[in-house]
Every structure is written in structure tokens, then in C-alpha cells.
Antibody, heavy 123, light 110 residues
């Protein structure tokens, strides 16, 4: 069974940094591209970032480009999101989501989701 | 303001049919496949439809998807109370080089 478990969410002050993790199990982690998607309280879904299975290709939403960095450790079946210069409007539930095995390009398809990790940015 | 436009809400009676629209442009829906997701309150989204009209094996055939030009539609027949919640369309936007979601549609089964 595919499982994705996010961790690392917490209360952080504006301007601060935080690193989220996502542990994958039940599948060959390195064979799948991964994504981060967030949902602010009472709002819709917002895609943030994509990373290919090898880690060689990444994409970011304009809202986080230059502030957030996606990475992965295939030896440890883990996905990461380093978040810097956090703002109040970054407060959200952050999901990691797996892409399908094919095509080997980003799409809007996310076949499996974690339960999310809550990040609260507040002074 | 979402790149993909969905109606904020739809409603219908149990057993009836409802459709949810998702409108985009040539840089997204017009040239890329659309997926649909269902989200119950307090839970993670769940993939309903991929590649415009394909259902994962665990999704009943009451759910269907279609795409014409730069618009996509999700159809749900035989509505049940368990179908309530929020529905999102998503695709890749080739100009933005980003995945994009619709703003979401809340379904109420009256």
C-alpha cells in the first residue's frame, strides 16, 4: 500500500524558515516524480513544486519561487520542502503528492496524497 | 484568482445528476490532460478522473469526465450524500510551467 507521511509543520514567525519532510513507502520511491501542494484555511488547493524521480528536474509556482526549495533523498525514500522568508499567507496545510509513473513530465495528476502537515506563520 | 475557472457551488437531489465545469485556455486545458479530485472536509484530496476521462479502478462509473477544447466537465450520476464535498480540476499549464488547480466547486446533495 502506498503511503505518504508528511512531518515538520509547526508555528513559525514571519521571516522564518522551516523544512517539511514526506516519507514514502509501499512503492519504489525513486521511480516517481513528487509534488508539494498546499491548502490555506478555508481555501482551495495550490500546487507549489514538482521534482522528477532523479531530482534533476524541478518546477515551482511563482508564489514560492526563490523562497522554497524542493529536494529528495531516494536512498531514504524522502521528499523535502525547504521554506525560507515565510509570510503570513504561507499558513496552510502542506500535502506531498505522488505523480503517476508516466508520462515522465509534470501533469495535473496526483495519484496519492499524504494527510498533510500544518504550517502556521504568525507573530 | 485561479487559472482554471469552476463554479463555486452546485447542488442537486439524491439520485439526480450534476455536472461541474472547468474552463481554461490553450496553454493549459486546451493542450494538456485534465484530472479531477474530490475532497471531503478534513481529508486529503482523492483522484477521481485522470487523463480527461479515465477512472481509477476504485472509482465507480457514476463519475465521468470529458474535455472539449479548453474546457472540461465532471459528471456525477445517481448522487449520494457521500458525494458531498469539494471538487477540483487540475492540469499542467505549459506557459506557466506549473500545475494549476481550479478554485474548487462545493457540491451539496440536498
Amino acid at each position: 500500500e502506498v503511503q505518504l507521511v508528511e512531518s515538520g509543520g509547526m508555528l513559525v514567525h514571519p521571516g522564518g524558515s522551516l523544512r517539511l519532510s514526506c516519507a514514502g513507502s509501499g512503492f519504489t520511491f525513486s521511480s516517481y516524480s513528487m509534488n508539494w501542494v498546499r491548502q490555506a484555511p478555508g481555501k482551495g488547493l495550490e500546487w507549489l513544486s514538482y521534482i522528477s524521480g532523479s531530482g534533476g528536474t524541478v518546477y515551482y509556482a511563482d508564489s514560492v519561487k526563490g523562497r522554497f526549495t524542493i529536494s529528495r533523498d531516494n536512498a531514504d525514500n524522502s521528499l523535502f520542502l525547504q521554506m525560507n522568508s515565510l509570510r503570513d499567507d504561507d499558513t496552510a496545510l502542506y500535502y506531498c503528492a505522488r505523480s503517476p509513473p508516466f508520462p515522465l513530465v509534470p501533469t495535473g495528476m496526483f495519484t496519492h496524497w499524504g494527510q498533510g502537515s500544518l504550517v502556521t506563520v504568525s507573530s | 484568482q485561479s487559472v482554471l475557472t469552476q463554479p463555486p457551488s452546485v447542488s442537486a437531489a439524491p439520485g439526480q445528476k450534476v455536472t461541474i465545469s472547468c474552463s481554461g485556455s490553450s496553454s493549459n486545458i486546451g493542450n494538456n490532460d485534465v484530472s479531477w479530485y474530490h475532497q471531503l472536509s478534513g481529508t486529503a484530496p482523492r483522484l477521481l478522473i485522470s487523463d480527461n476521462n479515465k477512472r481509477p479502478s476504485d472509482i465507480p462509473d457514476r463519475f465521468s469526465g470529458s474535455k472539449t477544447g479548453a474546457s472540461a466537465t465532471l459528471g456525477i450520476t445517481g448522487l449520494q450524500t457521500g458525494d458531498e464535498g469539494d471538487y477540483y480540476c487540475a492540469t499542467w499549464d505549459s506557459s506557466l510551467t506549473a500545475s494549476v488547480f481550479g478554485g474548487g466547486t462545493r457540491l451539496t446533495v440536498l
